[in-house]
T-cell receptor, first 111, second 115 residues
Framework: QKEVEQNSGPLSVPEGAIASLNCTYS??????FFWYRQYSGKSPELIMF????GDKEDGRFTAQLNKASQYVSLLIRDSQPSDSATYLC???????????FGPGTRLSVLP | EAQVTQNPRYLITVTGKKLTVTCSQN?????MSWYRQDPGLGLRQIYY???????DKGDVPEGYKVSRKEKRNFPLILESPSPNQTSLYFC??????????????FGPGTRLTVL
């Protein structure tokens, strides 16, 4: 059974700080890694995806992937109250395979 | 507007009464999928489809059926719903890729209650 683990939180950070969200996965064959944001009662929306080891930056968001350690993280710089949501990590072994999501980490950015 | 639509958005039903939740996408995506979301358990994949007439089980397929007769539609069928299928359901679609899985686009969700 493929597993994806995340700290459930809540993770509380003050406005303007860096929020660090972590995710570990069990399947070494995983190739695609996604971070989604989900507001309460809404559908998930993609923040970033990463395929290669290292960092990938997009605006205030940076995804970091370490396949050897089976670890992927998301950094949110200059956190805003509007970033308060649940962040879902998802992993996939390749097109045609199933997606496995973690339970999500709830982030609260305090004004 | 590119989107994934689901109907109904809310449904209350009784044990054993067959129901279908429809899902449709207008982005010409090959890959479609159904998830359920329960508190503390995150999103769990029920079934997915890589193309018309091609479906595969996800992690929690028991009690569900799907069909993919047209590229745009991927209905979820509960032949005999039970209370443990009370959940929030999401349909998603994704374009075809050569090898790596790409972003999924999610529908608005269907909140199902089985009494």
């Amino acid at each position: 059974q493929k597993e994806v683990e995340q700290n459930s939180g809540p993770l509380s950070v003050p406005e303007g700080a860096i929020a660090s969200l972590n995710c570990t996965y069990s399947d070494r064959g995983s190739q695609s890694f996604f971070w989604y944001r989900q507001y309460s009662g809404k559908s998930p929306e993609l923040i970033m995806f990463i395929y290669s080891n290292g960092d990938k930056e997009d605006g205030r968001f940076t995804a970091q992937l370490n396949k050897a350690s089976q670890y992927v993280s998301l950094l949110i710089r200059d956190s805003q109250p509007s970033d308060s949501a649940t962040y879902l990590c998802a992993v996939n072994g390749g097109y045609g395979q199933n997606f496995v999501f973690g339970p999500g980490t709830r982030l609260s950015v305090l004004p | 507007e590119a989107q994934v639509t689901q109907n109904p958005r809310y449904l209350i039903t009784v044990t054993g009464k067959k129901l279908t939740v429809t899902c449709s996408q207008n982005m010409n995506h090959e890959y479609m999928s159904w998830y359920r979301q329960d508190p503390g358990l995150g999103l769990r994949q029920i079934y997915y489809s890589m193309n018309v007439e091609v479906t595969d089980k996800g992690d929690v397929p028991e009690g569900y059926k799907v069909s993919r007769k047209e590229k745009r539609n991927f209905p979820l069928i509960l032949e005999s719903p039970s209370p443990n299928q009370t959940s929030l359901y999401f349909c998603a679609s994704s374009p075809r890729s050569g090898g790596l899985a790409l972003e999924q686009f999610f529908g608005p969700g269907t909140r199902l209650t089985v009494l």
